[in-house]
């Protein structure tokens, strides 16, 4: 019996965990990356436990919690320095089943890749699905420069302005602005400690963030106009809207190079795609659901809808139940994350001083009240399982949260 071959159309973070998972299931799996190098775009990444636990499914959890540097207490505070609201590394994890783990995209893009055979990966590649076929019947059609590929499953992980996407929904009207800018960069670290925090401002914020190799990852985000950019780099754009805030932000800037700032306009599918499949093409990560980032769940998400998809796609199963399945299980769970990054990001994006106070004053109250509703905000979220055991030897439900 011929094995099942599925190709996978980008090497981020989704398509990577979506390869490794599907391999692990017995699919034959080929990764086209087009850009010439799996080098990913991006300074960091945070790893909820929902995610940790899907990456226990391909054997990576532990891995992973292993780089947690999180300790002790950090929280929410005012670009002067006042905390708003303080979280506790330990209530987090008592919570929701495990830390938050801040890391390096690129280590994570490393370990993932680890888990494919060599051969697999192919990168400088364009690729482009001109045929989705039919789940019940002839196989999807990938373009390649060196001719056309016949696949059993195909998977767009190609990102925010997918191409899979647009030729399996074209009537979609696609990603649109969220009026939020991000910047990213990877600082060296500032010679000292410091709690892990994010700062909100009038329509802005920055998060600090202690990576386990002593490094930080960054980022900032400002309410301003797509398309825009700096007129001499974007480190001085950074000491403009951020150098009077709290330490350690001015030096977090200072230590880095201008070239090392990561400029990005955000956004966001806000209209829901009709399904996450047709015939034998599916969709997972920003190709199905760009979210904003502010509650950090972008690439958790992704890594959750490989393995599901994993799951349900077995390589001698009814691939159309499958899908649907998939489409079924996936669509309004990401749905909702949308929604309620989007609201966070209007809580982000006031700029009133009335409204500022109003909202620092009610986070201030709210977390006197206690850390379990500051971090009911991820209820719904973290403590999300997958839907099959895990392969990591043992078992993980002990670090489960309770009901």
Same mark, same amino acid.
């Given at each position: 019996?011929?094995?099942?071959?599925?190709?996978?159309?980008?090497?981020?973070?989704?398509?990577?965990?979506?390869?490794?998972?599907?391999?692990?299931?017995?699919?034959?799996?080929?990764?086209?990356?087009?850009?010439?190098?799996?080098?990913?775009?991006?300074?960091?990444?945070?790893?909820?436990?929902?995610?940790?636990?899907?990456?226990?499914?391909?054997?990576?959890?532990?891995?992973?919690?292993?780089?947690?540097?999180?300790?002790?207490?950090?929280?929410?505070?005012?670009?002067?320095?006042?905390?708003?609201?303080?979280?506790?590394?330990?209530?987090?994890?008592?919570?929701?089943?495990?830390?938050?783990?801040?890391?390096?995209?690129?280590?994570?893009?490393?370990?993932?890749?680890?888990?494919?055979?060599?051969?697999?990966?192919?990168?400088?590649?364009?690729?482009?699905?001109?045929?989705?076929?039919?789940?019940?019947?002839?196989?999807?059609?990938?373009?390649?420069?060196?001719?056309?590929?016949?696949?059993?499953?195909?998977?767009?992980?190609?990102?925010?302005?997918?191409?899979?996407?647009?030729?399996?929904?074209?009537?979609?009207?696609?990603?649109?602005?969220?009026?939020?800018?991000?910047?990213?960069?990877?600082?060296?670290?500032?010679?000292?400690?410091?709690?892990?925090?994010?700062?909100?401002?009038?329509?802005? &914020?920055?998060?600090? /963030?202690?990576?386990?190799?002593?490094? @930080?990852?960054?980022? !900032?985000? =400002?309410? *301003? #106009?797509?398309? +825009?950019?700096?007129?001499?780099?974007?480190?001085?754009?950074?000491?403009?809207?951020?150098?009077?805030?709290?330490?350690?932000?001015?030096?977090?800037?200072?230590?880095?190079?201008?070239?090392?700032?990561?400029?990005?306009?955000?956004?966001?599918?806000?209209?829901? &795609?009709?399904?996450? /499949?047709?015939?034998?093409?599916?969709? @997972?990560?920003?190709? !199905?659901? =760009?979210? *904003? #980032?502010?509650? +950090?769940?972008?690439?958790?998400?992704?890594?959750?809808?490989?393995?599901?998809?994993?799951?349900?796609?077995?390589?001698?199963?009814?691939?159309?139940?499958?899908?649907?399945?998939?489409?079924?299980?996936?669509?309004?769970?990401?749905?909702?994350?949308?929604?309620?990054?989007?609201?966070?990001?209007?809580?982000?994006?006031?700029?009133?001083?009335?409204?500022?106070?109003?909202?620092?004053?009610?986070?201030?109250?709210?977390?006197?009240?206690?850390?379990?509703?500051?971090?009911?905000?991820?209820?719904?979220?973290?403590?999300?399982?997958?839907?099959?055991?895990?392969?990591?030897?043992?078992?993980?439900?002990?670090?489960?949260?309770?009901?």
């Amino acid at each position: 019996m011929a094995t099942s071959r599925a190709v996978v159309i980008g090497s981020g973070i989704g398509g990577l965990t979506a390869a490794a998972a599907l391999h692990r299931s017995g699919w034959q799996v080929t990764v086209l990356e087009r850009a010439a190098s799996l080098e990913p775009v991006g300074a960091g990444i945070s790893l909820a436990p929902n995610a940790q636990r899907a990456l226990d499914v391909i054997g990576l959890g532990d891995q992973i919690r292993a780089l947690a540097a999180w300790q002790g207490d950090g929280g929410m505070r005012t670009p002067d320095g006042r905390w708003l609201a303080r979280t506790e590394a330990a209530a987090a994890a008592e919570r929701f089943g495990g830390p938050l783990v801040l890391l390096r995209r690129a280590t994570l893009i490393d370990l993932l890749r680890a888990r494919l055979p060599e051969s697999s990966v192919y990168t400088g590649t364009e690729a482009r699905l001109v045929a989705p076929g039919r789940a019940d019947g002839r196989r999807a059609v990938v373009r390649t420069p060196t001719g056309d590929l016949e696949a059993d499953l195909v998977i767009g992980a190609d990102g925010i302005g997918s191409a899979v996407r647009t030729t399996l929904f074209p009537r979609h009207p696609g990603p649109a602005y969220s009026g939020f800018t991000t910047w990213r960069v990877l600082s060296p670290g500032v010679g000292h400690p410091f709690s892990s925090h994010e700062t909100w401002g009038r329509g802005a &914020l920055w998060g600090s /963030h202690p990576l386990k190799d002593g490094g @930080v990852y960054a980022y !900032a985000a =400002a309410a *301003v #106009p797509a398309g +825009g950019g700096a007129p001499d780099d974007e480190k001085a754009e950074l000491l403009r809207r951020y150098g009077d805030w709290h330490d350690p932000i001015p030096g977090i800037i200072a230590s880095v190079e201008p070239d090392e700032v990561l400029r990005h306009d955000v956004y966001q599918l806000a209209e829901p &795609l009709p399904s996450f /499949h047709r015939g034998r093409a599916v969709l @997972v990560g920003d190709s !199905a659901h =760009a979210m *904003v #980032p502010f509650l +950090g769940q972008g690439g958790n998400q992704a890594i959750e809808d490989a393995v599901v998809l994993a799951h349900h796609a077995s390589p001698d199963g009814d691939l159309g139940a499958g899908l649907a399945a998939y489409s079924a299980v996936r669509q309004p769970r990401t749905t909702a994350v949308v929604r309620k990054s989007a609201n966070v990001s209007r809580m982000t994006g006031l700029s009133s001083a009335p409204a500022v106070a109003l909202r620092n004053g009610l986070m201030s109250a709210v977390s006197r009240l206690g850390p379990g509703l500051v971090l009911r905000t991820f209820d719904g979220i973290c403590d999300w399982q997958p839907p099959q055991r895990t392969y990591a030897a043992g078992t993980r439900e002990d670090r489960s949260p309770r009901p």
